[in-house]
């Protein structure tokens, strides 16, 4: 056993820039075992080996002696150990989490603590060979996200160091081995005997099958899940360059990308921009993206429907608009505009435009794209500005007859989301004049019998508005 830990930890250089090693301590063969080693092979690896146990308070007596046991071993050898008791019940009920994960995350919030004391130090814990194959294989059984690998890690960083897993290149039998040579007599949880966990069924059930059919088996699922984590941080770091690539517009709740040029890339990198996007807006705490959200997107972008919405948990949704696909997180804009009189001259605001009027006998004037000018002596006032209504049209300028307004946002690819609030520029008769940006009508045209013109802007708003005059102010679509 000796000779295979020592190798593992070579290969992938653990104790590389490391004072010291506080071996995580159950009082289990796994981490007693794990104590000793590392204890007795502390010169030739040049650390300094302390212990923790932390008192789950969970069973009772049994407990107890847990840690007297651990303490006795730890001051028999004269090594430094640090112990602490958490109430996992009390603070399962107030996260309202299972045991186990409450139990989990109040022993990772310990290590942080005891790494934060005592800098250039790693914890160790001693999971092995066998854990490793009875965590990959609950993690396929439950439909984990296959981006990942579905192992234990050798090494994770955690606050201000890291945990790592000396004994996964050897099995449970070998350290069970080691323990009666060092003549350690390590406690039994009797919680391991319980089918209850779901972590004990796979170990009395599967895993003697499996070593049956191979005994090296935990070599192979240590080396597929180190492979495997190799492979994944290289497409991760393709995809992140991939998403650089085809992003249009990022923000904490809002990422915009080119769904055409994600379609270009090769599937791997698809599934992996779209797990990176959700991440991101999910943040930290927050559910677990899962392989149906991504082939749900995916499924989208590939619709012979240039529109589609998918609403996942947290108010987060996706929505595609033809060849643009929206992540945003938050609540749906369900803002119907009403009509409003438009200020002439000045301003008028809607949820998402900006209407700027003046009047001016410039004959130089010119209409930009973001305008219209009209003869206004000829056009019937007072106008207005309002959203599209069922069955509009509007006799558009270089056209005989008339269009439906429904008809020119689909012909202009304007997606039925930006339609609703889309401003309509309308006479007193309720003519239409202007759809912004997409058509003009023939309604009291400037000629040159024209006296005076009548100027109509229209910009896209910020979030914050900006100063008038200012480069934001004067940006639009």
């Known amino acids: 056993m000796k000779q295979d830990v020592h190798k593992f930890i070579k290969r992938h250089h653990l104790f590389d820039e490391c004072e010291r090693v506080i071996v995580a301590v159950s009082g289990g063969p796994d981490s007693m075992a794990l104590l000793h080693y590392l204890w007795q092979m502390k010169d030739q690896y040049q650390i300094k080996v302390a212990a923790c146990h932390l008192h789950h308070q969970l069973r009772g007596e049994e407990a107890d002696a847990d840690a007297h046991y651990v303490q006795q071993f730890c001051k028999v050898l004269g090594i430094p150990i640090s112990m602490k008791h958490v109430n996992v019940k009390a603070y399962a009920k107030k996260q309202k989490k299972g ?38 294989f609950m993690k396929m059984a439950r439909g984990s996200l296959p981006l990942y690998t579905y192992g234990i890690p050798i090494e994770r960083s955690l606050g201000r160091g890291s945990i790592i897993r000396p004994f996964l290149g050897i099995t449970k039998e070998k350290i069970e081995h080691y323990c009666i040579e060092a003549s350690i007599v390590p406690r039994r949880d009797s919680s391991n005997e319980s089918n209850a966990y779901t972590r004990n069924r796979f170990r009395k059930v599967l895993l003697p099958f499996l070593k049956k059919e191979n005994q090296n088996i935990h070599i192979h699922m240590q080396r597929q899940n180190e492979w495997e984590n190799e492979d ?46 959700l991440s991101y807006l999910y943040g930290k705490n927050s559910p677990v993206t899962t392989s149906i959200h991504i082939e749900q997107v995916l499924e989208m972008l590939h619709s012979e429907k240039t529109s589609g919405e998918i609403h996942f948990s947290d108010s987060l949704f996706v929505r595609r608009e033809y060849d643009v696909c929206h992540f945003l997180k ?9 009509a409003q009189s438009l200020t ?15 009047v001016t006998d410039d004959t130089k004037v010119v209409e930009e794209s973001n305008q219209i000018i009209l003869d206004y002596e000829e056009v019937s006032k007072p106008l207005h500005i309002r959203g599209k209504q069922p069955n509009d ?21 304007i997606s ?9 520029l309308v006479d007193e008769e309720g003519r239409i004049l202007w759809v912004p940006f997409l058509h003009r009508s023939k309604i009291a045209n400037v000629s040159k019998e024209t006296k005076k013109k009548l100027v109509v802007s229209c910009y896209r708003r910020n979030e914050s ?11 639009f679509v």
């Open 330 to 338: 938050g609540q749906v804009n369900t803002v119907i505009e009403q």
């Open 99 to 136: 045991t186990q994960v409450a139990a989990r995350e109040l022993r990772y919030q310990w290590f942080k603590e005891l790494l934060h004391k005592y800098p250039n130090s790693k914890i160790a814990t001693g999971h092995h060979g066998d854990d490793q194959i009875e965590t990959m």
């Open 393 to 413: 049209r509007m006799t558009c300028r270089g056209m005989e007859g008339t269009k439906k307004i429904g008809r020119l946002f689909i012909d202009r690819k």
């Open 232 to 277: 994944h941080e290289f497409l991760m770091t393709l995809a992140k360059e991939v998403k650089s690539s085809i992003l249009i517009k990022e923000s904490e709740r809002n990422v915009t990308i080119s769904g055409k040029k994600l379609l270009d890339v090769a599937l791997p990198l698809q599934r992996r921009v779209i797990h990176l996007i």
């Open 344 to 358: 002439i001259p000045g301003i008028t605001f809607t949820s998402t435009w900006l209407i700027e009027t003046y």
């Open 465 to 475: 508005e900006p100063d008038k005059g200012s480069d934001e102010y004067r940006r």
């Open 416 to 424: 039925k989301y930006d339609r609703k609030d889309w401003p309509l």
